[in-house]
Structures are given as structure tokens and as C-alpha cells.
């Protein structure tokens, strides 16, 4: 549990030098960029996360900086927990963040029901983990890479699908 002191000061620190934004355009993400190392291996620490860097310092007169950052349902949590120390414009672009985050499949991925059996949970491309493992084989071993489900292939295999798809 951290301290009412510890959040205001991360809530300071993120909404002048931090960045907020939609990471593959529906993940929340929190990104710190610093020359303070020390500043970011704090925020790391309280996030879980590694420091990265050091980045720059190219020129002379450049010093090096230094990263932390943190995405998904993590990020999402301490936008929200962190919501009350940001000024009104930084609170309407978390708003929006978490609101695409919210509409999205990424946010329900494994606590969603899979269309192919609606009582087992969605594993991936909306098919519970058997059916998807099924269909990957299926593919053969040089097709592991691919894109989309195979809608017929669903509907030839589960008559139970809805007719939405």
C-alpha cells in the first residue's frame, strides 16, 4: 500500500513529465522520460517496471536520458488511481484513454466468454483455447503466423454460433 504522500508526489511527477497515451491505439500507457535516473528508477520501482536507458547524450552539451513505462490493465489502474492529483486538461485525456480502453476487445481478452463455446473463457481470435490450438495445427507448422479467424471455418465446426458473425 503506498502513501497518500508517495501518490501525490507520483501524481506530480507524471502530470508534468509524464506521458499518457493509447499504446496500439487501445492500451493505456504510462511513459516517463527523464535526465533524472534516479527519479525514474523510482517511478519504476512503484510501477514494477525496469528503467531503460541511458538514451542520448550524443552531443557534448546533451545529457543522457533515462525510461520507464507501464501499459494495459497496470496502466490503466494507476490512471485511475491517480486521477485526483491531475489538472483538468490530463484528466480529459485519461478519460478518453481509458473510455477506448474500456470499448475495447484488449481490456476483456481472457475474462471474456469465446464464441465458439460460450462457457469457456476467449483465449485468442475470440475462440476458447482448444479451438484456437485446433485451428493453429490445422494451419500447419509454417502458418503459425496469421491473421484473423477463419469465420467459415467456425461455422463449420460450431452450429451454435450467433449470426452476428
Known amino acids: 500500500m503506498r502513501s497518500i504522500k508517495e501518490l501525490a508526489w507520483l501524481g506530480g511527477l507524471l502530470e508534468g513529465e509524464g506521458y499518457f497515451f493509447p499504446k496500439r491505439g487501445k492500451y493505456p500507457a504510462i511513459s516517463l522520460n527523464m535526465t533524472d535516473r534516479d527519479s525514474v528508477e523510482k517511478v519504476a520501482i512503484i510501477f514494477g517496471t525496469k528503467t531503460k536507458g541511458p538514451y542520448g547524450g550524443i552531443k557534448e552539451n546533451h545529457k543522457f ?3 520507464t513505462e507501464i501499459s494495459g490493465s497496470q496502466a ?3 490512471m485511475m488511481t491517480l486521477f485526483q492529483f491531475f489538472c ?4 480529459l485525456t485519461i ?3 481509458l473510455k477506448i480502453w474500456r470499448n475495447s476487445e484488449a481490456r476483456i481478452k481472457g475474462s471474456s466468454p469465446a464464441l465458439c463455446h460460450p462457457g469457456k473463457i476467449h483465449v485468442a481470435k475470440g475462440l476458447c483455447e482448444a479451438c484456437y490450438m485446433r ?3 490445422a494451419r500447419g507448422p509454417m502458418r503459425h503466423r496469421f491473421v484473423g479467424t477463419s469465420i467459415p471455418w467456425l461455422k463449420r465446426h460450431h452450429n451454435s454460433l450467433p449470426e452476428v458473425i
Open 65 to 67: 536520458t533515462w525510461r
Open 76 to 78: 490503466a489502474g494507476w
Open 88 to 91: 483538468k486538461r490530463r484528466g
Open 95 to 97: 478519460k478518453s484513454i
Open 135 to 137: 485451428e493453429l495445427r
